[in-house]
């Protein structure tokens, strides 16, 4: 009997020279990760900009609302949804909303997720979150998913609002990988002594979404919001 397909393929798999393990990138500059207070802040909105975002500064929540109230005037916004985070939580953006003439929709208003899709998809002109991390290496927010902070609130709307305490900022990625993964990765990769939980899913988001595929030119928007505005908050 003949060799099959499978059999064949399992053969010219298993006859492949083992792909060298590529090491570590070496570390950022020392004048990268000791970049500490308005510097961080600095960096993090001139990366920011590169990258077409537009930005905001706010000395605390109070005048984050006020620019929030701008920007929903700004881009015309009548209906919103927010994330419950933590970052969003004390600013109660329903009561802003009702304020402002805005119907602010949060995930938790609706029975089941055929609803929450709808809505985020066919009724929010545009989706406000807060930010576990932001990167300032590279103008990167980080969003880890759960329970208060829905996936498609950040993905789903044309327009992305973030609101991003400044003490989140971290100069470069290093940090941040170590407050996802904890101590779940051991020294050189290997396996930790004790594992901690980690979340169902965490996302770098660095400017709107933007795609080249089609004959290499530049879209915005395909894949995602084709805008993105970060308040920074402190």
């Known amino acids: 009997m003949g060799q099959s397909a499978r059999d064949e393929i399992l053969e010219k798999l298993r006859a492949a020279p083992k792909a060298?393990?590529?090491?570590?990138?070496?570390?950022?500059?020392?004048k990268d990760l000791s970049l500490t207070g308005e510097e961080v802040v600095k960096k993090f909105t001139e990366t920011l900009v590169?990258?077409?975002?537009?930005?905001?500064?706010a000395k605390d929540n109070a005048e984050a609302l006020e620019k929030l109230a701008q920007i929903a005037g700004e881009e015309g916004l009548k209906c919103v949804m927010a994330s419950t985070d933590d970052v969003l939580a004390p600013l109660d953006l329903p009561a802003w909303g009702k304020k402002n003439g805005v119907q602010v929709m949060t995930p938790k208003d609706f029975a089941d997720r055929d609803s929450f899709r709808d809505a985020v998809f066919d009724r929010a002109q545009a989706g406000i979150t807060g930010a576990d991390f932001a990167v300032a290496e590279s103008g990167t927010i980080g969003l880890i998913h759960n329970k208060d902070q829905a996936r498609l609130v950040s993905l789903a709307p044309i327009l992305h609002i973030a609101i991003v305490p400044v003490e989140r900022i971290y100069p470069v990625y290093e940090p941040v990988i170590e407050k996802v993964f904890g101590n779940n990765v051991g020294a050189h990769g290997?396996?930790?002594?004790?594992?901690?939980?980690?979340?169902?899913?965490?996302?770098?988001?660095?400017?709107?979404s933007m795609t080249g595929d089609i004959q290499g030119v530049l879209f915005k928007g395909m894949h995602g919001p084709r805008k993105l505005i970060v308040i920074l908050v402190g």
Not at 190 to 208: D, E, M, R
Request: proline share 21%.
């Open 20 to 30: 060298a393990v590529s090491p570590r990138p070496g570390m950022p500059p020392l």
């Open 50 to 57: 590169e990258e077409t975002v537009i930005v905001y500064r």
């Open 190 to 208: 290997g396996a930790p002594a004790k594992k901690s939980p980690l979340p169902s899913q965490f996302v770098f988001i660095t400017g709107p």
